[in-house]
């Protein structure tokens, strides 16, 4: 009994600090009994409880060691994440016992905006990087990151001003680009890059794989207001290209013809978005759904389906957070088959705050912008394995075990703040997730909290001003492909980058051909 009583005490000491240390081998976050433990959360799609099982899940959390502001990950056949941020892209071929910085001199040697993608289609690793604001130096690698190619001078025929962002995607038979593309040998997919000029998005279409951007320019309309501000590309396996504008009413963009042409959607009226904003973000499945994500007015974060490639969306926004999180921040989203999405986000659960004097002085409504002292953000990821469903149930995790950030965190770089010890810009823009081509979920994020914020017993904002580059992956749970089911632990041993042990589980994952239907 005693023996047992020491090795459960010890097991609580562990938990306790899981995500707070920061070493070299990743903190596995135990699997506790979901019902009661507090962090765990079933709702329907008003953040409503509900009485069914919570999804059991686990995952382990990596340090990566550098600055990780504003960061992007990728996980290509061989298995190893890639974690690009600042001007370094961090590599872990071992599941994040340790990384490495795998730049080399043809890549950029500062930034002023990172972004990374990895092409699933070809192992294609990009590493992009805004230089001033004039133009982007965008690299690659064919080899998982063991020499790289570049080109210092990237960005189309428009000079750029900011929010860089790349992506890939199939060529498609209409418009004039894709056969161009489909008969070029250059590069099997299309790549996308869009920046915001002034108080417009630009778009380019690559047709020798990201080398150069000849093709594109401004995309008029909606999108073109609030500076030109917006998320991430998301192409869909029918060819769609998806980007969201940062605006007042929850809008996307797309494109049915390899950025040759443009239409937009709103919807979201009943929920809004607040004020300041940031992105919101898209995932598409197997099936080429859609699924849109963003913080509403009320902080909650939301969702809008389609299933028509962006035609149509639904009429009734569609809660993906708890109601116990009053305030949010950072949604970002994937997808595998239908119905199977997966959303992280920073979120708090300080209700008692609410209506309490914020920053400002005003009365506080769940704005990070302007939270008061008190407020912690944690990381929570939620998931949905029946999205499509007319009546969805969303499983939500609060995973992180101390704050990512203490007070508020400025959601708008032209009225930050720093009188709470440091300026409270120290997150920057984004966080990031995403699948790899077995269905698990990664998640990336920038840290304000460690060290001695992390383990201490009444953190203040003073004491939460870092960006240190952070990796929650799933170590057991559910996979976002069918075919896989549950997914169980890695073994701790190094990834072959030349073998690439994990692409025969990989090839079991690929998109199968089902229809799926709303009810």
Known sequence: MRAMALLLSTLMISFTLAGCLQGDVPITVPDEEPEGDGRTFVTNGTGMPVDEAPLKMNFTFSDVGETGKEPSIGIPSSGCIFFIAMEKPMRSCDHGESWTNVADITQAPFTSDPYGWVDLETDRIFNI??????????????????????????????????????????WVDEGLYG?????????ATAVYFCFNKLAGISCFTSFDGGATFEVGGNIVGLASTNGGLHGAITTALDGTVYLTPRVPTPTLIFSKDNGLTWEEREMGTDVGTPDPRKNSEVATDSESNAYHIWTGNDQGIYMSRSIDSGESWDSESIRVSPIEVISTAFPQTDAGDPGRIAVTYLGSENGSLIDTTDIDGNNWTGNGHYA???????????YSLNALDENPIFHTRRISDDPVQIGAMCLNSGDCRSDQGGSNR??????????????????????GCIDACASSADPQPADSRTGRGSVYFLNEGPSLYLNNEELSGFESSSLSVDDKPVTLLAEQSRPSERKVELE
């Open 129 to 170: 990087h805004m230089m001033g604001l004039e133009s982007t130096w965008i690299g690659w690698s064919d080899n998982d990151g063991e020499s790289w190619l570049g080109n210092p001078h990237d960005s189309g025929t428009t000079p750029l001003n900011d929010h860089i962002k790349l992506a890939t995607g199939p």
């Open 179 to 187: 056969p161009i593309g489909q008969l070029n040998p250059t590069y």
């Open 372 to 382: 008061p002292n008190g407020v912690h953000y944690h990381l929570y990821v939620t």
């Open 426 to 447: 120290n997150l920057l823009d984004f966080n990031d997730l995403t699948i790899d081509l077995e269905g698990r979920v990664y998640i990336a994020f920038a840290d």
